[in-house]
């Protein structure tokens, strides 16, 4: 069945760059959205944005102008970029499949990994 | 935005108990956006309904969701000792369009 693997630095350093990958196997990354969710400590799940396979992206307008998704469909997996990080940033990072068919839902998440961000 | 607030924040509850968890939106929804989870510490979040009442596979059939409008409910019957977990409720609508409710725990009574 298809799976999903978040990897990338479990910390950063304030005002730096965060990237991470998630890597698709058992399955095609074509025809889905992919998408980033974070939970930051003690706290509920906030959406960061969706990629399509073809590269269409919707982003929350909370990380608009900090975030950039993108896909590779060479390599099977996609990959979040969150710049200017700061503490705020510490957090959980999920990536999940959004549910082919009309009622949207994202069936399929990875385990997540943690990321801090502290000099 | 549509705010989506779930109540109660916890629920304290006994293995066989009937749970009831309602998640409100701020304005109304349709019923094809409106999805629950279930999260375990250290798992990724857990699709159980989507389009309001239907069951994702593999999903038991205690678990069953209702509702219309702006009231949403997630009804667990004769609770089993691995449903006791976080749910959160979510939407798919407009900028940001995808929101959570905060999430109700469920703990053992």
């Known amino acids: 069945q298809v799976q999903l693997q978040e990897s990338g630095p479990g910390l950063v350093k304030p005002s730096e760059t965060l990237s991470l990958t998630c890597a698709v196997s058992?399955?095609?990354?074509?025809?889905?959205?992919w998408a980033w969710i974070r939970q930051t400590p003690g706290k509920g799940l906030d959406y960061i944005g969706y990629?399509?396979?073809?590269?269409?992206?919707n982003y929350n307008p909370s990380f608009r102008s900090r975030v950039i998704l993108s896909v590779d469909t060479s390599k099977n997996q996609v990959s979040l970029r969150l710049s200017s990080v700061t503490a705020a940033d510490t957090a959980v990072y999920y990536c999940?499949?959004?549910?082919?068919?009309?009622?949207?839902?994202?069936?399929?998440w990875g385990q997540g990994t943690m990321v801090t961000v502290s000099s | 935005e549509t705010v989506l607030t779930q109540s109660p924040g916890t629920l304290s509850l006994s293995p066989g108990d009937r749970a009831t968890l309602s998640c409100r939106a701020s304005q109304s929804i349709s019923s094809s956006y409106l999805a629950w989870y279930q999260h375990k510490p250290g798992q990724g979040p857990r699709l159980l309904i989507y389009?309001?009442?239907t069951r994702a596979t593999g999903i038991p059939d205690r678990f069953s969701g209702s509702g219309s409008g702006t009231d949403f409910t997630l009804t667990i019957t004769g609770l089993e000792p691995e449903d006791f977990a976080v749910y959160y409720c979510q939407h798919y609508g407009s900028s940001p369009i995808i929101t959570f409710g905060q999430g109700t725990r469920l703990e053992i009574k």
């Open positions: 389009g309001t009442s």
């Open positions: 999940a499949r959004r549910r082919a068919g009309f009622e949207v839902a994202f069936d399929i």
């Open positions: 990629i399509y396979y073809n590269g269409d992206a």
């Open positions: 058992g399955g095609s990354i074509t025809g889905y959205y």
